[in-house]
């Protein structure tokens, strides 16, 4: 007989990787910051200068801005092209990091902290649909897990990587030392990303990105000045009635807009609320207090920044343990019922602070800060995808896009609100410790009544929970 000879199929090619690093190293550049001047924030105080309302602004328009521009980066990005939009944040976000290190008074560190926020917003919008566009099937899921894991992970380093370098090297450091990997992460995505199809016939939104931006502002800015000034001060009035009008603008130009940023049917969508609930409720129960207990850690009871990190990246480390180990399996059964569940569990752990008041020391947060990081931990790989199965196909990446920016919207607001609440309890030990107690009952009790409110909304007419 002849010997046969097959012809070999031809192989298939490996997927480069490099996209994927290219798109982690600006997730965790991003996400970095939103939480490594936390710690930091006595150094930066005085260093600077600065005075209370000041620090809570240093933290918190980086948060606004980003949960204001998020969705118009999303819109603009289909126009212009999701690699161009990428490229121009990282860019921008480089050059105001170096800028936030060169700042001389609180205000300049401010205005970069702003531009910072504008440019995270660009790069937090068009990230993942970058990393979606690259791979494919498997591939794409285990991109998504990597991805998810670093963000993780970005959140913690930044909690305890912040005090650490404020302490051994000075708060600038904290800037500079991201500067190199922000230019890697430039030639990456230059190199390697590619470039998103642009849409055709469709227009950017800009009404209704100004207006929610401005109410967004208002908001948090009418909070923090009232903590800070008074409840009828000038500022904290004029706050209101900024955001007063620029809502019902917000309402209006989104009814007539034939491209509003969220079409306003969503908003009827009982089990899209319920998502947006326990993206906003969580982010401010379980991080909105933070920077307060940061503050309190270290000026009541005597910590080190360095000693401080290490005390708050405890909820975070529980956050990515749990989230690594145990969310995924919860997810496949009842993402409806594991929303509901974990907000309550996490506003359970905040109400455990009622031992700060028997015991004003470090060790006294410490069940509270591993039960919210348990909760955290199990809700935040599942709200996106939820959010994502709640809304038509055609919508899901608008809903994705919202339940990320009411995310970003509850941390502004959480550390705003929790700010001023401390502040009202004066200053000293028994004050601080007093203003600490109040701010995790109140994120106790949002956290609780959300996770009810949220269960009940993410629950079908057949009384089961939202499916994929």
Not at 326 to 331: A, E, Y
């Amino acid at each position: 007989m002849p010997h046969l000879t097959s012809r070999a199929e031809p192989a298939v090619a490996a997927p480069s990787w490099v996209p994927l690093v290219a798109a982690c190293v600006g997730t965790f550049l991003l996400l970095v910051y939103t939480s490594i001047v936390t710690v930091a924030l006595p150094a930066i105080g005085a260093g600077l200068g600065a005075g209370y309302g000041q620090l809570q602004w240093i933290v918190d328009v980086f948060t606004v801005a980003l949960a204001g521009l998020l969705l118009g980066f999303g819109s603009l990005s289909d126009l212009l092209g999701r690699k161009r939009v990428y490229l121009a944040g990282l860019v921008l976000f480089s050059l105001a990091t170096l800028v936030c290190g060169l700042s001389a008074t609180p205000g300049e560190l401010i205005a970069a902290r702003v531009v910072q926020g504008v440019a995270g917003a660009a790069m937090f919008a068009t990230i993942l649909p970058l990393v979606g566009l690259t791979y494919e099937g498997r591939d794409r899921a285990r991109a998504f897990a990597i991805w998810g894991t670093v963000a993780g992970v970005a959140s913690a380093v930044g909690t305890f990587s912040g005090g650490v370098v404020a302490q051994l090297l000075g708060w600038r450091w904290i800037f500079f030392a991201s500067l190199p990997m922000c230019v890697a992460a430039i030639v990456m995505a230059a190199t390697s990303l590619k470039e998103s199809p642009r849409a055709r016939g469709r227009r950017v939104d800009y009404p209704g990105i100004g207006t929610f931006s401005l109410a967004a502002t208002g908001l948090t800015y009418s909070v923090i000045t009232g903590g800070d000034r008074g409840w009828t001060s000038t500022g904290a009035v004029l706050g209101y009635l900024v955001t007063a009008v620029a809502v019902a603008a917000f309402v209006v130009v989104e009814r007539r807009s034939s491209a509003p940023m969220v079409p306003p049917s969503l908003f009827g969508t009982r089990r899209f609320l319920g998502v947006l609930l326990v993206a906003f409720s969580y982010y401010f129960a379980g991080f909105g207090a933070l920077p307060v207990i940061s503050l309190w850690l270290q000026n009541a009871t005597g910590l080190s920044s360095a000693a401080t990190s290490a005390v708050l990246a405890s909820q975070l480390v529980v956050l990515v343990v749990v989230s690594a180990l145990i969310s995924g399996r919860l997810h496949a059964r009842s993402p409806g019922r594991v929303l509901g569940g974990a907000t309550m569990l996490l506003g359970l752990g905040c109400l455990t602070a009622v031992a700060v008041l028997a015991s004003p020391t470090w060790p006294a947060l410490l069940p509270a800060l591993v039960l919210t990081g348990i909760g955290a931990g199990i809700v935040s790989p599942v709200f996106p995808a939820v959010a994502i199965a709640s809304v038509p196909s055609e919508y899901g990446g608008t809903a994705g896009a919202a339940a990320n920016s009411s995310r970003q919207l509850g941390l502004a607001l959480g550390i705003a609100v929790t700010g001023a609440v401390y502040a009202t309890r004066g200053e000293g030990s028994e004050g601080a410790t007093q203003g600490v107690l109040l701010v995790l009952l109140l994120c106790g009790v949002l956290a609780v009544v959300s996770g009810l409110a949220a269960g009940w909304l993410l629950r079908d007419k057949t009384g089961g929970n939202v499916q994929e």
